[in-house]
């Protein structure tokens, strides 16, 4: 994207949505990279009163300096650039111990529970769209807007709904399956009708230093990648060895903690019975790791906690009591499978699949979209316990 007319569209496609007045006050999220960048820089340009805000999450110093880890000092430092650039105030809030709290600690623990979990998810749920969305009233803004590849739309009973975005390879509606319907009206995604070319082609025409940039590929606060060595600083408990054990009880080998291992894992079993074997349970108070064959990856149902609604009904209760259909997303990579929405006598919300589902982990997400209408988030929940297809 270079021509004068591009970057109109550009700007013209960020003013619709935002949706509010020419001058109203918007805070943009800015984690350094070149989407949150964009989205400023875009919204300046379109006539609003930007503010731009960046949270400072974890020890930055402690942390390894590597291309493509997000969340660095250097992000940081590029946000603060950017904002003198654009032209707009710029603050830099220090999270430090909420995002402890909240989101690493969490993770620590779920790991030790035999869960795999998506911190990602669990960031967006807390320190993003519940404590920023606070400052960002707390500064007089009217909205907020991030870099997140997802449309908001308004519905026909004028509610605000969630949609996957233009560009099917950058959507992150499934991330964002835990964002509530007051949130969701204050919050603004100026890059739904973008594709990523575009958006560097923006950076680049505006100058931007970090047009180039590469996108964060990492955990930000495991920017080596090796979330085992960050667990067992914080929880040295789960590097107690155990057994391997197959599903029909043999016992094939040890292990050197539950902490380093997911359901669905082939790799690193160091064990050989002459068929290929994945992992398909962890048991972490006996400190088993249970493996078997490919088809015990097969999942018929999962239960959900932590539920989030944004469908018609008025609550995921009332849709799971009807049995209401879903297409439902076990990982962000996986395409959503046909499925409904069930109700336990104990009040608990599962999800049943019509043909099964592979590799489903405790700890995950399952995000949930209409089948009718495919590109509408319905919302989710972290997945609890799942029930095996045999």
Not at 201 to 222: E, H, N, R, T, Y
Not at 307 to 330: F, K, M, T
Not at 338 to 363: C, H, K, M, Q
Request: charged share 25%; with cysteine.
């Amino acid at each position: 994207m270079s021509s004068p007319s591009d970057m109109d569209a550009a700007i013209e496609s960020a003013r619709r949505a935002v949706g509010l007045p020419v001058g109203s006050r918007v805070v943009a999220a800015m984690s350094g990279g070149v989407d949150s960048t964009v989205v400023a820089a875009l919204l300046a340009r379109a006539g609003y009163d930007v503010v731009g805000v960046t949270l400072q999450l974890y020890d930055h110093g402690a942390a390894l300096k590597k291309k493509g880890a997000c969340c660095a000092g250097q992000d940081i430092h590029d946000a603060r650039l950017a904002a003198d650039m654009i032209g707009i105030p710029h603050y830099v809030l220090d999270y430090e111990s909420r995002f402890r709290d909240a989101v690493i600690d969490q993770f620590a623990d779920d790991y030790l529970r035999g869960r795999t979990p998506v911190p990602c998810i669990r960031c967006n749920q807390t320190v993003k769209f519940r404590d920023l969305l606070d400052v960002a009233r707390d500064l007089g803004a009217e909205a907020m807007a991030t870099g997140h590849y997802v449309r908001r739309a308004v519905g026909p009973d004028g509610r605000s709904q969630m949609r996957k975005a233009i560009d099917p390879s950058r959507d992150q509606s499934y991330f964002l399956f835990a964002t509530t319907r007051e949130q969701l009206d204050y919050l603004r995604f100026p890059l739904a009708d973008l594709e990523k070319p575009q958006v560097r082609g923006v950076a680049a025409a505006l100058g931007l230093k970090i047009a180039a940039k590469p996108d964060s590929q990492d955990i930000c606060f495991v920017p080596s990648g090796d979330y085992r060595t960050l667990i067992n600083r914080l929880r040295p408990e789960g590097a107690e060895a155990g057994e391997i054990v197959h599903r029909d009880g043999r016992v094939l080998g040890r292990h050197d903690g539950v902490v380093g291992y997911t359901i669905g894992q082939r790799r690193g079993l160091n064990v050989a019975v002459g068929e290929p074997l994945f992992v398909t349970k962890l048991e972490p108070e006996t400190r088993r790791v249970v493996v078997g064959p490919r088809e015990a990856l097969l999942t018929a149902a999962l239960t959900l906690d932590e539920v989030n609604w944004l469908g018609d009904e008025a609550d995921i209760v009332d849709a799971a009591r009807a049995g209401a259909p879903v297409l439902a997303r076990v990982r962000s990579t996986r395409p959503p499978s046909p499925a409904r929405l069930t109700l336990s006598d104990d009040g608990a919300v599962g999800v049943a699949f019509e043909t099964g589902e592979e590799g489903v982990a405790p700890g995950q997400a399952c995000a949930l979209y209409d089948p009718a209408d495919p590109d509408r988030l319905l919302g989710g929940g972290f997945i609890a316990a799942t029930t095996a297809a045999a």
